[in-house]
């Protein structure tokens, strides 16, 4: 039987397309005509160049013409394809059919594995460029036939693994062939992400900010390569250089990542085609910028269900706003001119394709454009001119409908591929739906038929009476079983002018014949009714950021007048009573006593205080990621790259008077990555948040985080595990930076390493060091090691021990940013003390209070107040530690940190003495622009309010009205300190 | 400005040499009386220009100066003009002396395995030594509740005073209640195991309340019984029911805080206090009607939801005390132990959004002594209760004005040193000298 099979299964292969030099060994050679005309069809060549009445010839699986005379040669298949519109079949060019996915490394072992798994490939398991998906490809049947069904025809396929995945693979969906026919193109594309493979348990990258410096290393080491300088063999590199001509395609999958993979590419003069998330519209400006070809999918969320209002109160309102406006974006992306191209890719069921793609027609994408980016758009991304249309000598993938693709009610009835036809609904079924009458036994019976196809549907009264009955339809024939108290009566018939007719059984067994006459026409208003319902339904604005509080304008720069404050000045001139202020241009242009000056917003500050706005040395607000713990040294990382805009932390600390702070690195390892120096201008995208011409800053760590001490018993194979080792990681990087440095300017040639590069910036004295410390000794080795590379350390972090060796700090030079009174959560602050930042003022260190908290961050007034409890500095010194202070270490303060003419307009309006526990930021501003006001925020909590409760409403119409619906679900932000471990 | 920074120093320096530090200071001998201060009652009230005598550990008398005749020729008087007196501060819900180094396995005794741990008690593990503990004095927090963490029912707590030997004498109530953490409504996705990490309801919280419940019942069937095996964990509830133990039940949302009570009053559980009390002000209805209390968190943390206003959790204070709710301060959260010094600056974060001082005040003193039973000796300066108070230089909600001069607990002056001073010292000499 098996061998029956197996015999069946080759005859079928072999007849379907017997190829041309294979030998035959069941039967004669046979040769088929596969030409075929479709006459008379609604054409559309491409998307933009539709004929009418026109003629489709297809010949060996290809388009031989197309056009209103076409000659058709003898003996070819005529097809008779009026009121049938033919498009090109669709392309996906974002799948992994017939790849599966790799099963996840197993894990032998509980340590941690830093080293690469492989040899003769890239030093990172996680860039597999040589991938090549031929090797596990299998045609998926069933997908293929979900696929055809939803009107593809070519895939490009790939192995979804890794941060490089090697080649893609061009597919068509012809279940009638082999893959002899079916594989176009094995080398149609190379494929990125930013996810790690599973193959591979190598810990770096452990962030995104890791995956980017990892793509910048080794395009830096693919040249290297290529210009034959490695000794070694390289598989890895060898394949990615010669994929380099190839679309490449970066799976980033939001905004956020869109523009973290475009900034990638663009270093590299690379222009990715970039696999988006659906929330583009959130900031489709950036996404513009990108000049990128963008592959988008479509999958909506689901309303969540907020019947319960206890459960409501757990979603966000961008949660619930996404699901008001995700619809939206393929009409924002085509309104503003963004070439994309359609994906199935995170649909659970190929089904819902069309019913969403529908949905973001109703909200106004257009029809050309969405078929253009299901056909001609793919095909130009691919490089591959014959798909996607149906010019003449294209592969004849073809869909035929009875109408507009996109509409609802339109019909797929079959789906060509490479000449080869896919039925999805037949094309010869009679639209049988309207109202009969027959007779029965002398009984009047009425039956009706709506629905469409094989779906038709028919249900029988006798008056007003209903009738137990079973309908069917198939094949044009109708069966109908009339059940009248036991006595059954059974009809088979067919259609017949202007009516039904046929073949009765009676209940005793006799037959005769069955006449139904048509006396109605199917219900087209109800229908209408339907259609009317899908008005246009109502879209919420969007803020930036588009969460709750976010801007639906951006503050505008504005000449402020702040009129009789009290002025904190941070400069020699200490505090100035009844003082006016001016800020101007962004810049704080006057200060003085009865100012005036025309147009200019008047503030009265009587009773108030104003200050400069309250920089934060140590952060880890606003970004995406802290840690790069995969290596003990990751200098080539960078915070810049992983700034997030879209933090509520933001508003919050601006909230509490912020408006700079440093994003530093987390204390992961001894050689950390370097800064995001950011201005909380909310709203603003991640690039404009960041300082133009920022100081450079990296972050270094010591003590327990550095030698893991607190990770677990597994953690204790990476280097270093003392503090004697984390000397040694040291010296070892700043001498070997210094020898790269030393070969770079030679002129002789090097391999580029970003991280050495970095490095050697820390030599050069053109990056600043702000180090994580703790007890005495390290500080005093990092800063002997600096003296031995003949450089300075900025700034020490944390810095608890600081005060047991002032003098040496002092004598160093390097400034100290501390917290005011943390200790005793590790075994190395044992001896951390409130008096610290005292102490070492006192040594002459310029010291700065700093969080490490998004929630201390907001109350930085009060921690400066501390220092005034703890030690007994003035008032002024201790607010200078939140100011002033931090703007000399960040290396601001010709910039920012406090009033004084030219200066920033970065000032903030309390309503107290700003050290006072009682005192409110009411408004705090940033190069004049009012970024966070007391008085708008009262506004924004009521808007808040509000459109929650509008949400809500039109999610339970959703529901209501039959919609799908999603249980409630709460966003989980995570609290990020230095110690924020990312996986 | 340097001036009142030597000044200061100087002062410490002399207290330094009266009373070494850490040494637990000797019982009140001779009487005593501050004069001129501004009391802080802890009531709500405030006496301006107060007299103040203390006599074998007690207040003896506390009053208007301008309205009572006291001779004060014959004792010690502290002039106290311009400077404020507050009822030694309560930390509630706190967990000093457990713990010295969060992240030092080895020097943690805070939460135990096991869920249903009634029998489980603070007491006997609090390290009256510790560095911790010392370092809440100089800030005016001189008692605490000591509370074991975890489990369904964590343990019993007892309240200490913060100037001891010993956890004997340190005890000025034994065992005065039970805490428990009632089952959450809502659960997170194991993202570890490729859950989605967001919240959502508990399929289990039904199964969790009724294993509460029945652990209860059948406590209270054992209670009933004539007890031939003993039991541990039962044994240990019978305060619950006989009234002499209150429970504590660590709860927030508007359905598990309804939840929480009901079924302790039906189990005949009657002293309830509700700990966390997030959306507490929605079933205040039922707290009042219960006469029952709310230990909120600590004012300084961020809002529970992105789209909460961002003073959000200052104001937790100011909306349930607009209801009429009894609100008192719980110190449990991220490094709560050394944090727990901060406990006067939360109060005062509370009272800069929207609550009075005196009413901020009253949640670390006077209603916290009534949260754990200690009401009649202890928790604001009134005459016959314990002489536990300090004397600050300004207002001690406030961290630019919260400046202790004196301390004193049961009378006894204790010592404002502590680790932290004695390094500030030693190295500030030091810095000096070179």
């Known amino acids: 039987m098996k061998k029956l099979l197996f015999l069946l299964t080759c005859l079928f292969i072999v007849h379907a397309q017997a190829q041309e030099y294979f030998p035959t060994n069941t039967g004669v050679k046979t040769n088929k005509n596969n030409v075929a005309a479709f006459k008379n069809a609604t054409i559309y060549i491409t998307p933009t160049k539709i004929l009418k009445k026109g003629t489709l010839l297809i010949k060996d699986g290809k388009v031989a013409d197309v056009g209103r005379s076409v000659k058709i040669p003898k003996g070819a298949e005529i097809i008779d394809a009026s009121n049938k519109t033919i498009y090109p079949s669709f392309i996906d060019i974002y799948t992994n059919f017939g790849v599966n996915k790799p099963k996840r490394a197993g894990n032998s072992s509980r340590s941690p594995q830093y080293d690469a798994g492989r040899t003769g490939y890239y030093w990172n398991d996680h860039v597999r460029p040589e991938t090549d998906p031929v090797e596990s490809f299998k045609f998926d049947n069933k997908k293929a036939k979900e696929l055809l069904k939803a009107g593809f025809g070519v895939v ?291 039956l009706e038929i709506t629905g469409q196809d094989t779906k038709q549907k028919g249900t029988v009264k006798s008056g007003e009476e209903k009738i137990k009955s079973k309908f069917s339809f198939s094949d044009d024939w109708i069966q109908l079983t009339i059940n009248e108290e036991g006595n059954f009566s059974r009809i088979v018939a067919q259609t017949s002018n202007n009516g039904l007719a046929g073949t009765i059984h009676y209940n005793d067994g006799s037959t005769g014949n069955w006449i139904a006459q048509k006396t109605a026409n199917p219900n087209v208003e109800k229908e209408k009714k339907e259609k009317a319902k899908e008005t246009t339904p109502e879209l919420l604005p969007i803020s930036y950021p588009n969460i709750g509080f976010g801007n639906f304008t951006q503050p505008k720069q504005e000449t402020i007048l702040i009129k009789n404050v009290t002025v904190w000045t941070s400069e020699n001139q200490g505090v100035l009573k009844n003082t006016d202020v001016l800020l101007k241009d962004g810049k704080i242009a006057k200060i003085g006593k009865n100012l005036s000056e025309r147009r200019a917003r008047i503030i009265d500050g009587t009773g108030k205080h104003l200050t400069a706005g309250i920089i934060d040395e140590h952060s880890h607000i606003a970004t995406s990621a802290v840690n790069e713990s995969g290596h003990n040294s990751t200098a080539e990382v960078s915070i810049e790259d992983v700034v997030n805009p879209n933090d509520i932390n933001i508003y919050r600390n601006l909230a509490g008077g912020v408006t700079s702070i440093q994003i530093l690195h987390g204390s992961a390892n001894p050689i950390g990555g370097r800064s995001a120096i950011i201005k909380l201008k909310w709203g603003e995208n991640a690039e404009n948040l960041i300082y133009k011409n920022t100081p450079k800053f990296i972050k270094f760590a010591l003590g327990e985080n550095v030698k893991q001490s607190n990770w677990g018993d597994n953690q204790t194979v990476r280097f270093p595990q003392t503090r004697m080792g984390v000397e040694q990681v040291y010296v070892d990087y700043f001498q070997r930076a210094k020898e790269y440095d030393a070969l770079k300017k030679s002129g002789n040639p090097y391999r580029k390493d970003i991280e050495l590069e970095v490095l050697a910036e820390i030599l050069n004295k053109e990056r600043f060091i702000t180090c994580h410390s703790y007890v005495q000794s390290e500080i005093n080795m990092l800063m002997k090691v600096a003296e031995r590379f003949n450089f300075n350390i900025n700034t020490f972090t944390h810095i608890l021990e600081g005060y047991k060796v002032a003098d040496k700090m002092k004598k160093h030079g390097v400034g100290g940013s501390t917290f005011s009174d943390w200790w005793a959560y590790k075994y190395e602050v044992n001896d951390a003390i409130p008096y610290n930042a005292a102490i070492m003022h006192n040594a002459g260190i310029t010291v700065a209070i700093n969080s490490d908290d998004r929630e201390m961050s907001r109350r930085l007034n009060q921690e400066a107040a501390k220092i005034v409890k703890y030690g007994g500095l003035s008032e002024v010194e201790a607010w200078n530690m939140v100011t002033i202070n931090p703007a000399k270490l960040l290396h601001l303060d010709k910039r920012t940190g406090s009033i004084k003419e030219g200066k920033d307009a970065d000032v903030v309006l309390w309503s107290d003495h700003p050290l006072s526990i009682y005192a409110k930021a009411e408004k705090t501003i940033i190069e004049g622009k009012i970024y966070f006001d007391i008085e708008e925020d009262k506004e924004k909590r009521k808007a808040v309010k509000e459109e929650r409760a509008k949400l809500i409403n039109m999610m339970l119409n959703e529901k209501m009205n039959g919609g799908k619906v999603q249980a409630p679900k709460k966003k989980v932000s995570k609290n990020f300190t230095c110690d924020t471990e990312e996986i | 400005m340097k001036k009142l920074y030597i000044h200061i120093l100087i002062l410490f320096f002399v207290t330094s040499n009266i009373i070494a530090q850490q040494t637990p200071a000797p019982t009140q001998k001779k009487d005593f009386a501050i004069i001129g201060a501004t009391a802080h009652i802890g009531n709500g009230k405030v006496i301006e220009n107060s007299l103040i005598l203390v ?331 314990d002489a536990t108070f300090f004397i600050s230089e300004g207002d001690a909600l406030d961290m630019r004005t919260n400046i202790l001069t004196h301390a004193f607990i049961q009378g006894r002056k204790i010592s404002l040193e502590t680790h932290q001073t004695k390094l500030w010292k030693r190295y500030s000499n030091k810095l000096k000298e070179n």
Request: no cysteine; net charge neutral; charged share 20%.
């Open chain 2, 55 to 385: 006599k074998e550990g007690k207040l003896a008398t506390v009053a208007d100066a301008r309205l009572v005749k006291i001779d004060l020729s014959k004792i010690e008087t502290i002039n106290a003009t311009g400077k404020h007196v507050y009822p030694g501060l309560i930390a509630l819900n706190a967990s000093l002396g457990l713990a010295e180094v969060d992240a030092v396995r080895a020097s943690v005794d805070v939460d135990e395995i096991g869920s249903m741990l009634p029998h489980i008690r603070s007491l006997i593990a609090y390290n009256a030594e510790s560095k911790v503990v010392e370092s809440m004095r100089p800030n005016g927090v001189l008692q605490a509740e000591i509370t074991p963490r975890g489990g369904t029912i964590s343990g019993t707590a007892s309240v200490m005073q913060l100037d001891a030997w010993n956890w004997e004498d340190a005890a000025i109530k034994v065992d005065h209640g039970i805490h428990m953490n009632w089952p959450g409504a809502f659960t997170r996705g194991r993202w570890w195991l490729g859950e989605d990490p967001a919240l959502k309801p508990d399929k289990n919280y039904a199964k969790n309340v009724e294993s509460v419940t029945i652990f209860f019942k059948e406590a209270k069937r054992y209670l009933a019984s004539d007890k031939e095996l003993k039991n541990l964990p039962y044994e240990a509830t019978k305060g619950l029911f006989d009234g002499s133990q209150k429970l504590f039940i660590h709860v927030s949302g508007q359905k598990e805080i309804t939840d929480a009570i009901t079924t302790a009053k039906n189990l005949g559980i009657n002293n309830i206090v509700i700990v966390h009390g997030n959306d507490a002000e929605k079933v205040a209805d039922l707290l009042l009607k219960h006469n029952i209390p709310v230990v909120i968190d600590r004012a300084h943390r961020v809002p529970n939801n992105e789209d909460d206003d961002y003073d959000l959790s200052y104001r937790t204070a100011k909306i349930l005390m607009d209801k009429g709710i009894t609100v008192a301060i719980g110190v449990e959260g991220q490094m709560e132990r050394m944090n727990t010094r901060n406990l006067p600056f939360y109060a005062g974060t509370y009272a800069a959004y929207g609550v009075d001082k005196e009413k901020a005040l009253q949640m670390i003193t006077g209603n916290a002594a009534t949260v754990l039973g200690i009401d009649s000796f202890t928790g604001t300066l009134e005459a016959g209760k």
């Open chain 1, 156 to 446: 490009n396929t790939h192995m979804p693994d890794g941060i490089v995945r090697g080649n893609g693979m061009l597919v068509s969906l012809n279940t009638n062939s082999n893959n002899a026919y079916r594989i176009l193109n094995t080398n149609s594309a190379q494929y990125l992400s930013f996810s790690r493979s599973v193959q591979t348990r190598q810990s770096y990258p452990t962030s995104r900010m890791g995956a980017m410096a990892l793509l910048r290393q080794m395009y830096l080491d693919a040249q290297w390569y290529a210009s034959g300088n490695t000794k070694n063999k390289d598989l890895s590199l060898e394949a990615l250089n010669n994929n380099k001509n190839l679309v490449q395609i970066f799976e980033a999958g939001n905004v956020l990542d869109v523009m973290r993979a475009d900034k990638v590419g663009d270093e590299f003069g690379i222009q990715y085609t970039i696999v988006g998330g659906g929330d583009e519209f959130e900031r489709i400006q950036d996404i513009k910028s990108t000049g990128a070809n963008m592959i988008i999918p479509i999958n909506y969320r689901k309303a969540y269900d907020v019947s319960n209002p206890l459960l409501a109160e757990q979603i966000s309102l961008s949660d619930m706003r996404k699901w008001n406006q995700e619809p939206s974006n393929l009409a924002v992306l085509a309104k503003n001119g963004i070439n994309f191209a359609l994906t199935t890719h995170d649909l659970k069921s190929v089904n819902s394709f069309h019913k969403n793609l529908q949905k973001a027609i109703l909200y106004g994408l257009d029809k050309t454009k969405a078929l253009e980016a299901l056909t001609t758009i793919p095909a130009q991304i691919i490089g591959e001119s014959k798909i996607g249309n149906l010019q003449e000598g294209s592969y004849a993938n073809f869909l035929i409908t009875d109408g507009d693709i996109f509409d609802t009610k339109t019909i797929l009835y079959e789906n060509w591929v490479q000449g080869s036809r896919y039925s999805v609904n037949d094309m010869n079924i009679s639209d049988i739906t309207g109202t009969y009458s027959f007779v029965i036994n002398g009984k009047n019976y009425q």
